[in-house]
Nanobody, 125 residues
Framework: QVQLVESGGGLVQAGDSLRLSCGAS????????MGWFRQAPGNEREFVAA????????FYADSVKGRFTISRDYLKNTVVLQMNTLKPEDTAVYYC??????????????????WGQGTQVTVSS
């Protein structure tokens, strides 16, 4: 079992930056990758970014590449999403996710075993 807790969401203006953090806790769990999905009202959940835990290889959705950066603190079991140059279309609930095992489909929500409760990010224009 893994518990994921997100923090850092809020209301910002377009062009601003925001930093989301997610801590994973639990006993004797495997962790292959962690990442972020987001879901805006009326839309399906979409992949944002992911990072492998051991090697730190990162992946990004085209919509955020160049603006968002994902990183992890290996020893603290924490993943961070640094979001720069935020746009109104980035407004969504952001979910932290964790994957116990390699799936080969980091962009699919079905690949992840654990989900946080989500944190709201609102970007005003």
């Amino acid at each position: 079992q893994v518990q994921l807790v997100e923090s850092g969401g809020g209301l910002v203006q377009a062009g601003d930056s925001l930093r989301l953090s997610c801590g994973a806790s639990g006993r004797a769990f495997r962790l292959y990758a962690m990442g972020w999905f987001r879901q805006a009202p009326g839309n399906e959940r979409e992949f944002v970014a992911a990072i492998t835990w051991s090697s730190g290889i990162s992946f990004y959705a085209d919509s955020v590449k160049g603006r968002f950066t994902i990183s992890r603190d290996y020893l603290k079991n924490t993943v961070v999403l640094q979001m720069n140059t935020l746009k109104p279309e980035d407004t969504a609930v952001y979910y932290c996710v964790a994957d116990r095992d390699y799936s080969g489909a980091y962009y699919s929500s079905d690949s992840y075993d654990y989900w946080g409760q989500g944190t709201q990010v609102t970007v005003s224009s």
